[in-house]
């Protein structure tokens, strides 16, 4: 991690502020830059990742999904303890619609803070339950069709409330 100084920190605090105010294109510039000078910062990294995503998905700029993807894993690299960069990585996947990763991501973020657990699993199941709907409308009307992605969702529902399928069945 670079030491702190001043022309450091004002870099830094330019993107925090482009955040806050909503330019997410001039944040990812920021960030972009800071990671390029200043690889080794995790924080960097994730905020990176995070104002590259808004600003994609919200502004249509062209940061590619793989330059999230990368930029939330080298945060992630950097520090491995960060509840929140796992967190977000897993909901930045849920909207690319890559399950498998995202899935990993909030277990991985719930071995790391078992007292999150009911959150991450809870959110991880609604985001990934309403991306699928989403994404498949039409297939998703078929009960049959639905049936694999209801049960991923509320395995993770029930692992949230703590709660075994056969105490779920006798409740219902």
Known sequence: MPEKNA???????????????????????????????YPGNAEYWYYKAESGNYSAGM?????????????????????GDSVDYYQAYGAFCISINKYDEAEKAYNEAAAIDSSMESTLFSEFAIGYFNNVMATYAEIMEDPKARAPYAKKALEYMLKALEIS????????
């Open 165 to 172: 399928p056969e105490e779920a069945k006798a409740l219902l």
């Open 7 to 37: 022309a450091i920190d004002k870099k830094y605090e330019a993107g925090l502020k482009a955040m806050n105010e909503g330019d997410f294109k001039k944040a990812y510039s920021s960030f972009k830059k800071l990671t390029e000078e």
């Open 59 to 79: 502004f249509g700029s062209k940061v590619s999904n793989e330059e999230i993807m990368e930029a939330f894993n080298k945060a992630i690299e950097l520090d």
